[in-house]
């Protein structure tokens, strides 16, 4: 060591070192990669804040964003169907026709479409991290999306019905469709509660859909965290209620088979309860306390907003 006027100065040598070793410090962090994807606490997070989102929209705005993912669940049930007209092979029709279908779920979850099934997630979500779970234009919202949902649904079949784009082939496929979602009427009350219960797993496995597609960072991956789940549901016959008002929709104008209240009193009913509940539990409560440690959120907690913006 050296003093040069009253002070102790580190030799050249022990300086040059010191720098060395602070730029490959610098280097280091600049050179790191990042994440690809948003961790699950960041995930539940900006689930409640996209609740509050659609909470703080004018009523206008949220009618017609929910006519508009009714919509868009016609398309996607007719695109199902179409892909998989003509298809013998179980796995390549299952796995077609639900690739047809996540071209409709993408649509909602990149447009910012409010889907019923999807608020089952938001919603709760936002309720569990805050305090005060009673407002009334929260139920008000839930029911005006549902509705919104039905009547963009029916909407879209109409003028895909009055268009007479499809082949003739199109309507013995959509006639099985049908078949297949309402078999449960022929067991009762039993049936009923089956509704119920693969509805509660449908919503579960949408949830995980919006769930996957928020963690993701880019476009490639959040249309495959889209339909890896979509896929599985569509292939199990769960039975998502917003996904069958595009099936029954078309199915109400092209087929006398079943009733209007058939579909709603037989399906849509027990399906949506089921859904709420695989939605709200599986889904938002479940991430919510397993990660509420982790959660930073400013839901009316007067903290920092961080997490991820789907």
Known sequence: ?????????????????????????????????????????????????????HLNKPFPAQFLLALTAGSFMTFGAVFSILLAVGVETKGIYHLLSGLGFAAGYSMVFMSGAVLFTEINVLLPSYLFNKA???????????????????????LVAVLIQSSGSFASTFYPELEMYLD?????????????????????????????????????????????????????????????SAANMG?????FLASDKYTWYEYIFFNLVPASIGNLIGGAILVSLLFSYAYKEDIQTSLGRNKNKKGAKR
């Open 247 to 251: 099936y029954f929709s078309m199915g």
């Open 1 to 53: 060591m050296r003093i040069i006027g009253g002070m102790t100065v580190a030799n050249e040598e022990e300086q040059q070192k010191a720098d060395v070793k602070e730029n490959n410090d610098s280097n280091q962090q600049i050179d790191r990669p990042g994440r690809q994807f948003y961790i699950p606490s960041q995930i539940v997070d900006e689930f409640g804040e996209k609740g509050r989102d």
């Open 132 to 154: 005060g779970l009673m407002k009334t234009n929260i139920y008000k919202f839930w029911m005006s999306t549902y509705i919104g949902n039905i009547i963009g649904a029916f």
């Open 180 to 240: 297949h979602k309402m078999k449960f009427m022929d067991h009762g009350v039993k049936g009923w509660f089956q509704v119920l219960i693969s509805g509660v797993l449908a919503n579960w496995l949408i949830g995980m859909a919006a769930f996957l597609t928020t963690s993701a960072r880019d476009l490639t991956g959040k249309i495959l965290g889209t339909t890896l789940p979509v896929v599985l549901f569509v292939a199990g016959n769960f039975q998502h």
